[in-house]
C-alpha cells in the first residue's frame, strides 16, 4: 500500500507507464492495481510526506522479472522516470555484485520500484 498525493496522476503513471492494470475493486479514495503477481493499494493522502522526502525509506518494492533489459525498454519507451541507486554505480540498468542485473523506477511521489533478474 503506498500513500500517494494525487490518486488520479499515480493511477494513470502506474497503468500507462508501470503497464499495470486497474482491479474491479472500487472505493473512494482507493485504487487497486496489480500486474500479473504483484498487487498493489495506492490510498490518497494529500497531506502526507511525498515519499522523495523520506529518503532511503522511500524503496518499497523490488520485484524480480524474467527479462529486465525488455522491461527497462519498455518502460523507457512509455516515459518512466529511470533512477540510479544512490551511491552506487552510474549507469540506469546494470549487473550488480549480489547477482542481478536491475534498475530503478520511481512513481510521481518519489516511491522508488526495483526491477531485477537474476543473473546465472
Not at 492494470?21 to 490518497?44: C, K, Q, T, Y
Not at 518499497?60 to 522479472?65: A, D, R, S, T
Not at 518502460?75 to 540498468?93: M, S
Request: with cysteine.
Amino acid at each position: 500500500m503506498l500513500a500517494v498525493q494525487d490518486l488520479e496522476r499515480s493511477t494513470r503513471y502506474f497503468t500507462e507507464v508501470l503497464g499495470f492494470s486497474v482491479d474491479p475493486i472500487r472505493a473512494p479514495g482507493w485504487s487497486f492495481l496489480s500486474r500479473g503477481p504483484v498487487l498493489l493499494m495506492l490510498g490518497e493522502c494529500p497531506d502526507e510526506v511525498p515519499a522523495r522526502e523520506t529518503g532511503n525509506h522511500a524503496w518499497f518494492l523490488h520485484i524480480l522479472v524474467e527479462d529486465v533489459d525488455e522491461l527497462h525498454g519498455d518502460f523507457e519507451e512509455r516515459g518512466a522516470r529511470i533512477v540510479v541507486p544512490v551511491g552506487k554505480i552510474v549507469v540506469p540498468v546494470g549487473n550488480r555484485a549480489h547477482g542481478h542485473r536491475e534498475f530503478v523506477v520511481e512513481s510521481p511521489d518519489g516511491h522508488r520500484i526495483l526491477f531485477a533478474q537474476r543473473l546465472t
